[in-house]
């Protein structure tokens, strides 16, 4: 998991309030915010921030990693991402598009 804590004040709060999913995992069911859907080659990713019982952001900064997919009528799914070297691929994909962000708004 990446820790999103270091990239707050970047994140566009409004429209990522915007998003939520609910996820079914082992342990019950998690609501979470969406950060971002990005690229890396042909694969599509999304972040998702877990959130707590006051619907806020989970204090730990944890952010799961997905692959991303959309049905040719728009409807999306995400699977997990089952290799540790493709999960590798997508963590670097995201802290340079968090980067990115950052230095977005150094910039402004």
Same mark, same amino acid.
């Given at each position: 998991?990446? $820790?999103?804590?270091? +990239? /707050?004040?970047?994140?566009?709060?409004? !429209?990522a309030?915007?998003?939520?999913?609910?996820? =079914? #995992?082992? $342990?019950? /069911?998690?609501?979470?915010?969406?950060?971002? *859907?990005?690229? *890396?080659?042909?694969?599509?990713?999304?972040? #998702?921030?877990? #959130? $707590?019982? /006051?619907?806020?952001?989970?204090?730990?900064?944890?952010?799961? #990693?997905?692959?991303? +997919?959309?049905?040719?009528?728009?409807t999306?799914?995400i !699977? $997990? *991402?089952?290799?540790?070297?493709?999960?590798?691929?997508?963590?670097?994909? +995201?802290?340079?598009?968090?980067?990115?962000?950052? +230095? =977005?708004? *150094? =910039?402004?």
């Amino acid at each position: 998991m990446a $820790n999103v804590d270091d +990239f /707050k004040d970047i994140i566009d709060e409004e !429209e990522a309030d915007d998003i939520r999913v609910t996820l =079914d #995992l082992d $342990n019950g /069911k998690v609501e979470c915010r969406v950060l971002t *859907i990005y690229s *890396i080659g042909i694969q599509d990713y999304i972040a #998702l921030v877990p #959130l $707590n019982d /006051k619907g806020e952001d989970n204090e730990a900064g944890d952010v799961y #990693l997905y692959q991303y +997919f959309e049905a040719e009528d728009g409807t999306p799914s995400i !699977e $997990n *991402i089952t290799s540790d070297e493709e999960y590798e691929i997508a963590l670097d994909g +995201f802290e340079e598009y968090m980067d990115d962000m950052y +230095f =977005d708004s *150094i =910039d402004e």
